[in-house]
T-cell receptor, first 112, second 114 residues
Framework: DARVTQTPRHKVTEMGQEVTMRCQPILGHNTVFWYRQTMMQGLELLAYFRNRAPLDDSGMPKDRFSAEMPDATLATLKIQPSEPRDSAVYFC??????????FGPGTRLLVL | QQPVQSPQAVILREGEDAVINCSSSKALYSVHWYRQKHGEAPVFLMILLKGGEQKGHDKISASFNEKKQQSSLYLTASQLSYSGTYFCGTERPTSGGGADGLTFGKGTHLIIQP
């Protein structure tokens, strides 16, 4: 049963600290998406990669967020420095055939 | 531009039917439907790629009217397990092909009562 994995599942940190979230897409999928979900804004696209190349990161605050895909099995989303308004659930989604996107379990981030 | 979903919330008795609508002001390449239960990740239901396409499995189906930039999700003879928040995600036409990032609606909360 192929699934997207994300680590950590929960993260509590203090304002100003660096946060790194990791995602392992489904084997064979060539597109990885990062979404953020909050009560106020709902589900928002932050960035996505195809064949490890960044295609769109217009949804990300550029000054503090960065996304990379060092290899086909790992995507990372980093926040430095973190702020309380970054508190949210961060989802990674793996893009399969015909445009289907399968979400990982998410990383629940709380910045104090 | 965020698609608009209606209604915002629905309360049904088990066995009743529901329709959830999703409309966009921009041209769409595809519409994706997800269900999310509290504290969990969105679960993929179906994707509609062509204008006029209809899909379904079990008692959940959907249609996509490309010209009207609208999609509807139909839940027939609802079951308790159908409870959750339903999201439509819309995808823009792209020149390069392949999957694009989705823009999600605010969601429709569906409560099924026994």
């Amino acid at each position: 049963d192929a699934r997207v994995t994300q680590t950590p599942r929960h993260k509590v940190t203090e304002m100003g600290q660096e946060v790194t979230m990791r995602c392992q897409p489904i084997l064979g999928h060539n597109t990885v998406f990062w979404y953020r979900q909050t009560m106020m804004q709902g589900l928002e696209l932050l960035a996505y990669f195809r064949n490890r190349a960044p295609l769109d990161d217009s949804g990300m605050p550029k000054d503090r967020f960065s996304a990379e895909m060092p290899d086909a099995t790992l995507a990372t989303l980093k926040i430095q420095p973190s702020e309380p308004r970054d508190s949210a659930v961060y989802f990674c989604a793996s893009g399969g055939r015909a445009g289907t996107q399968y979400f990982g379990p998410g990383t629940r981030l709380l910045v104090l | 531009q965020q698609p608009v979903q209606s209604p915002q919330a629905v309360i049904l008795r088990e066995g009743e039917d529901a329709v959830i609508n999703c409309s966009s002001s921009k041209a769409l390449y595809s519409v994706h439907w997800y269900r999310q239960k509290h504290g969990e990740a969105p679960v993929f239901l179906m994707i509609l790629l062509k204008g006029g396409e209809q899909k379904g499995h079990d008692k959940i189906s959907a249609s996509f009217n490309e010209k009207k930039q609208q999609s509807s999700l139909y839940l027939t003879a609802s079951q308790l397990s159908y409870s959750g928040t339903y999201f439509c995600g819309t995808e823009r036409p792209t020149s390069g092909g392949g999957a694009d990032g989705l823009t999600f609606g605010k969601g429709t909360h569906l409560i099924i009562q026994p």
